[in-house]
C-alpha cells in the first residue's frame, strides 16, 4: 500500500510563513506529479499547486508570487512553502500524488492517493 504523510500545518498570524510536506512511502516505482489542494469550511476543495515529475509547477492565481512548491524525488516528498499569508489561506490543506504502485513481480498500477489533511489558520 501507500501513504501520504502530511506535516507543517498551524496557526500563524498575517505576513507570516509556513511551510508543509508531505511524504510518500509504500509500495511505490515511480511518482508522476504531486500537488495540494485545500479545503475551506463551507468551501469546495481547490487546487493550490502542482508539480510534474520534471518540476514544471502550476499555480492558482490566489497563491501566485507567494507560495512555492518543490519536490525531492530523492525522498518522495513535496513541499509547498508558503508566505505572506492572508485569513483567506485557512483552510485544511491536502496533498496528491499521481504515481505507480508496485504489484506482484514486474506488475504495476497507476493511481492517486491523497494524505489525511493538515490545518493551516492565519489569524491574529
Known amino acids: 500500500q501507500v501513504q501520504l504523510a502530511e506535516s507543517g500545518g498551524g496557526l500563524v498570524p498575517p505576513g507570516g510563513s509556513l511551510r508543509l510536506s508531505c511524504a510518500a512511502s509504500g509500495s511505490i516505482f515511480s511518482i508522476n506529479a504531486m500537488g495540494w489542494y485545500r479545503q475551506a469550511p463551507g468551501k469546495q476543495r481547490e487546487l493550490v499547486a502542482t508539480i510534474s515529475s520534471g518540476s514544471n509547477t502550476n499555480y492558482a492565481d490566489s497563491v501566485k508570487g507567494r507560495f512555492t512548491i518543490s519536490r525531492d524525488n530523492a525522498k518522495n516528498t513535496t513541499y509547498l512553502q508558503m508566505n505572506s499569508l492572508k485569513a483567506e489561506d485557512t483552510a485544511v490543506y491536502y496533498c496528491?500524488?499521481?504515481?505507480?504502485?508496485?504489484?506482484?513481480?514486474?506488475?504495476?498500477?497507476?493511481?492517486?492517493?491523497w494524505g489525511q489533511g493538515t490545518q493551516v489558520t492565519v489569524s491574529s
Open positions: 496528491n500524488a499521481d504515481l505507480w504502485r508496485r504489484l506482484i513481480g514486474l506488475s504495476r498500477v497507476r493511481s492517486v492517493y
